[in-house]
C-alpha cells in the first residue's frame, strides 16, 4: 500500500520514492563477524520490525564486539529487496537475515552469487544450501487469543485484519477462530484483508468496518497498532501483535502475541563464530521460546485467563498441537481427521478457512 | 441498511479529514505559485511535534500550535530554498518530504509504544447528532474535524471574497504582473507556503492526538501524497479538495465495509478502486481543459526572480 501510494505521489509528481525511502543504518561494534538485516518496515513501527530489532540488539548485547551488525530499514518486498541484499552481501556480511516473506525470491537469487554468504529469510518456504528458513508459529498465540476472544466476546462475532492472502496469515485466522470456538461453538470470525502489513489509515478504516458489522473483539495480522487503538476508541476489545501492545490502548488490549527473535539470531551467531553455521529450517513456536502469549489484561475474566494457561502449558509440554484433528472446513467437512494432525509441510500451505471463519479467502495470486 | 451505512459514512469522514486539511494548506501554497511537495514530510513532523507535546504533558492546544509550528518551520526552510535561493521546487520539496520523514523517525525513537495521554476525542453535536446517517458522521467528529469544516469555509471565501484572496491569485497567474502593479509577491508566497505547512503539521497532528492516537514511524502512511493529489484531482478548488477526500475515503470504506459484510470481491480490485475512481475523474476532468485551466496557476512551480 506504501507503495501504491508512493506510486501515486510519483505519477503526480515524476519522481519516484521507493528508491529514497531506503536508508541504511549502520550500528557500531569492532571488527568481527558481519551481521545484516533487511527489515520491511521502520523499527519504529512499534510491531513486526521492531520485534525483529530487539532481536538485532540481543545479539548485540549478547556478544558484544564479536558481531558487527546492520540494517536496512523500509525495504519494499519487490526488485529493491534484491538490490538491497546484493548490497549487503557486497559489504561483507556474512550473515543476512531476511525478515519479511515477499523477500523470498530475492534472497534465493542473490544467494546464487554469494555462496560464502549464509542467508536466513523468516517465513518463507523455499531453501538453498546457503538459504535456511526460520519462522515463528504465531498462530499457536493466536489460537491463545481465541481463546480468551471466545470468553469475551458478547456477541460472538470476531474480527481480524488481515494483511496478504498468503498460508502466514490464514493459519492465524483458522488458529484464532479454533481457539474461540473452544469456548463458543457458534461463534464466527468475519475477516477483512487490507493488502499490506503497514498502513495505519487502512488498518483503522477495516478494524471501522468490522466493528460496524458486530465485531467485538479483533485481532490483526498488521504490523501497526491502529487496530487497537480503534478498538478502544469503539469501546470494544482487541489483542497486540508481534510486540506487548499494552501501552497503546490500556482500556481495549486484551493479551499480546509477540514473537521473539534474539535467542535464535543469538543461536545463528554463535554457531556461525564456532564455524558451523546453523543449517536446518528452525520453526519455533511457544515450546522453542520463538513467541508468546503475554500481558493477559485484568480485563479478561478468570476462566478465560486459566483456559489460556493451560493450553500454552499443553502446548509447552508437547501435548496439544493447534492444527491437530477433527477440524472443519468451512463448509463444515473434515478437513483433518480426528487422530491425525496437519504436518509442518501442510500447515505452511495451508490455504482454507475452518468452519466459523466468513467470507471466501481471496486467492493469493 | 441505514445502520451499515452510518459507520461506513463515519469511516470516510474521518480518513477524509486529514486529507482536507492538508490539501487546503497546499492549495493556497500553489494558488499562489509554489508547488511544494513536501506535505508528507511536513505531516510527520506536525505529528510527533504534537505527539511529544502531549506526551510530555502538554495540552491539546499545545499541540496543535506545535503542530502547526513544527509543518510551518519545514515549509519556511523550503521557502528560503525556492523563492530566496530560487531553488528548483521539484526537488526541494521531494528533499523536503526525506527531511521530514528523517527527523521525525530519529526523534520518534523513543515515542513508540504507547497511547497518546491526551487526545481530541469525538464531540457529538447535541440534537444534530440525531440525525439519521449524517449524525453520527458529520455531526460526531472530533475537533479538529470541525476545524476544517470552518477551514474549508475560510479558505473559499478567502480566495473568492476577499481582497488578500484575489492578490494571492494573481500572484499564482502572473508574479510579473503582480510585482508591477506593486504587490509583494516573494512575501506573499513566504506565507503561503507557511501556511500550507502549518495546515500540513495539523493534519500531522490529527493523524497522532485525534485519530490513531500514537506515534508511529511513517504514519501517515503515504497520505501525504494523497493530498497532494487532490488538490490536481479538485482543480485548484477547495470545495472539489473536499469533495475528493471524502470520495478517496468513502471509496477505500466502501471496500473493506463489501469485505467485512462477506460480500466476495478480489482484495486487489477493492484496494485499487480508489485509484481507479482518481483516474475516472480525473479523464471526466480533462475533457473540459478549459475548466483546468482557468483554474490551474499559470505560474505554478517557476521561480521568481523579485527584484524589490
Given at each position: ?365 | ?27 493556497i501554497a500553489e494558488r499562489s505559485g509554489v ?133 494571492l491569485?494573481?500572484i499564482g ?15 506573499v508566497r513566504y506565507a503561503a507556503v507557511a501556511f500550507g ?112
Open positions: 500500500m506504501k507503495a501504491w501510494k508512493s506510486a501515486l505521489g510519483a505519477v503526480v509528481v515524476g519522481a519516484s520514492m521507493l528508491s529514497m525511502a531506503v536508508m541504511p543504518n549502520t550500528a557500531r561494534a569492532a571488527d568481527p563477524l558481519k551481521m545484516a538485516w533487511v527489515y520491511l518496515g521502520p523499527p519504529g513501527d512499534g510491531g513486526w520490525t521492531y520485534a525483529h530489532d530487539i532481536g538485532r540488539k540481543a545479539v548485540e548485547k549478547k556478544l558484544g564486539d564479536k558481531v558487527k551488525t546492520t540494517f536496512v530499514e523500509n525495504v519494499p518486498e519487490n526488485a529493491d529487496a534484491e538490490r538491497v541484499i546484493r548490497d549487503l552481501a557486497a559489504k561483507g556480511n556474512k550473515i543476512i537475515f531476511t525478515t519479511s516473506f515477499g523477500y523470498m525470491d530475492s534472497t534465493l537469487k542473490v544467494a546464487k552469487s554469494f555462496p560464502k554468504t549464509e542467508f536466513y529469510h523468516a517465513t518463507g518456504f523455499k531453501s538453498a544450501p546457503n538459504v535456511t528458513i526460520y519462522n515463528s508459529r504465531m498462530y499457536e498465540p493466536a489460537y491463545l487469543a481465541g481463546i480468551i476472544a471466545g470468553h469475551v466476546s458478547k456477541k460472538g462475532v470476531l474480527g481480524f485484519v488481515a494483511s496478504f492472502p498468503i498460508p502466514e496469515v490464514v493459519r492465524n485466522i483458522d488458529a484464532y477462530t479454533m481457539g474461540a470456538r473452544t469456548v463458543n461453538p457458534k461463534i464466527t470470525t468475519k475477516v477483512v484483508w487490507i493488502n499490506s502489513w503497514f498502513d495505519p489509515s487502512k488498518e483503522r478504516q477495516a478494524a471501522e468496518a468490522l466493528i460496524g458489522q458486530g465485531a467485538d473483539v479483533l485481532l490483526q495480522n498488521t504490523d501497526s497498532s491502529a487496530v487497537l487503538q480503534t478498538a478502544q476508541d469503539k469501546g470494544v476489545y482487541a489483542f497486540g501483535w508481534d510486540s506487548d501492545m499494552t501501552a497503546y490502548a490500556p482500556k481495549a488490549h486484551l493479551a499480546s502475541s509477540i514473537e521473539v527473535w534474539g535467542g535464535y539470531y543469538t543461536k545463528v551467531a554463535e554457531a556461525a563464530l564456532s564455524g558451523k553455521p546453523l543449517k536446518s529450517t528452525v520453526w519455533g513456536g511457544i515450546k522453542e521460546g520463538m513467541n508468546d502469549l503475554v500481558s493477559i489484561s485484568s480485563l479478561v475474566p478468570d476462566a478465560a485467563k486459566k483456559a489460556a494457561e493451560a493450553k500454552k502449558a499443553d502446548i509447552k509440554a508437547g501435548k496439544f498441537a493447534v492444527f491437530a484433528g477433527p477440524i472443519k472446513g468451512q463448509d463444515g467437512s473434515i478437513k483433518v481427521a480426528a487422530g491425525t494432525s496437519l504436518d509442518d509441510k501442510a500447515i505452511d500451505s495451508i490455504n482454507w478457512y475452518v468452519e466459523g471463519v466468513e467470507g471466501q479467502l481471496p486467492s493469493a495470486k | 441498511m441505514l445502520d451499515s451505512l452510518t459507520p461506513l459514512l463515519a469511516s470516510a469522514v474521518a480518513a477524509a479529514i486529514p486529507l482536507i486539511i492538508a490539501a487546503l494548506g497546499e492549495l508547488l511544494n511537495l513536501g506535505l508528507e514530510g511536513m505531516m510527520l513532523v506536525g505529528g510527533l511535534a504534537a505527539f511529544v507535546t502531549v506526551a510530555h504533558g502538554g495540552g491539546l492546544t499545545a499541540a496543535v500550535l506545535a503542530a502547526m509550528l513544527a509543518g510551518m518551520v519545514l515549509a519556511l526552510i523550503f521557502g528560503f530554498v525556492t523563492l530566496t535561493l530560487q531553488a528548483n521546487q521539484v526537488a526541494a520539496g521531494l528533499s523536503l518530504t526525506i527531511l521530514g520523514t528523517g527527523i521525525s523517525a530519529f526523534f520518534g525513537r523513543g515515542y513508540v509504544g504507547f497511547r497518546a495521554p491526551a487526545s481530541f476525542d469525538d464531540l457529538p453535536l447535541p440534537l444534530l447528532r440525531e440525525v439519521p446517517l449524517l449524525g453520527a458522521s458529520l455531526f460526531s467528529m472530533n475537533l479538529l474535524g470541525y476545524a476544517a469544516v470552518v477551514l474549508l469555509g475560510a479558505v473559499i471565501w478567502f480566495l473568492t471574497r476577499s481582497k488578500a484572496g484575489l492578490a491569485r494573481s497567474e502572473s508574479p510579473s504582473v503582480a510585482r508591477s502593479l506593486g504587490l509583494p509577491v516573494t512575501r505547512g502549518a495546515m500540513s503539521g495539523l493534519a500531522g497532528c490529527y493523524y497522532a492526538v485525534a485519530q490513531f492516537k500514537m506515534w508511529q514511524e511513517g504514519l501517515t502512511s503515504g497520505n501525504g501524497w494523497i493530498a497532494l493529489a487532490l488538490v490536481v484531482f479538485a482543480t485548484w478548488r477547495p470545495a472539489r479538495v473536499a469533495l475528493g477526500a471524502l470520495l478517496f475515503g468513502g471509496v477505500t470504506a466502501f471496500g473493506l465495509y463489501l469485505q467485512a459484510i462477506g460480500v466476495h470481491v478480489s482484495t486487489f480490485a477493492l484496494g485499487s478502486l480508489p485509484y481507479l475512481a482518481t483516474i475516472l475523474v480525473l479523464v471526466i476532468i480533462s475533457t473540459n481543459q478549459l475548466m483546468i485551466r482557468r483554474n490551474a496557476p499559470a505560474s505554478l512551480g517557476k521561480p521568481f526572480f523579485d527584484d524589490s
